[in-house]
């Protein structure tokens, strides 16, 4: 079973990666919602390799990620995307090929700072901070690196996802309570910048976040 946690856990990395090599906003919010159905199926697969029965917290918390982060999160940028009526990330601050490369990098960074820690014999398997690590600078690259909002709300996400994965596989003391807390911050948060995209839109027929900065208040106002 151990061989299923690193499976569970490198593919939540291909999608991090995936994520900073695509300009096609569906497919990005596609790969999202699979981190939320791996982080789902992360703490059944612990469970099992523990030998322990599943407690009704692991399974609250594996439904709630499943449910929320797999299905209604995605949805909802799904609604926003449509009525924004945009479907590519189509002029990135950066390149897909060098955004590809910066990727790798923090990868390899994230890699090399994992070696350099000392881990406790609760810790489920030894991939899961340098990929939690990754996603967490993955996601902090997509906000920073692409101008639409929608984009930069998938990369909060992965931001988010990966903070979870990390308290997940490091096995951290109320990781469930946390994670609940987060789920419903991360669940307004989508909900409101869905609604702002899509006023956005509406009032200045673009949702480009860069180009907000050049708003200026009206002569006489």
Known sequence: ????????????????FLLANSSRLMYCIKLVAVQGFLLGFLPLAVAKVEGGSLDWEVLLLAMINIAVKGAVLPYMLQKAMLKAGVRREMEPLLGYAASGLVALSLIALSFWFAQQLEYSEQ????????????????????????RKALTQVIGFL??????ALFGAGMMLQYGALIELGILLDVFVMVFVMGIAVFQIKQEFQHINADLLNALKERPGK
């Not at 992965?158 to 903070?163: D, G, L, P, T, V």
Request: net charge neutral.
């Open 1 to 16: 079973m151990n061989g299923l946690i690193e499976i569970l856990l490198l593919s939540f990395l291909l999608c991090g």
């Open 123 to 146: 810790v489920v398997s030894r991939l899961a901070a340098p990929v939690a690590f990754s996603g967490i600078l993955i996601g902090l690259f997509l906000i920073v690196a692409r």
């Open 158 to 163: 992965c931001f988010e996802n990966s903070i």
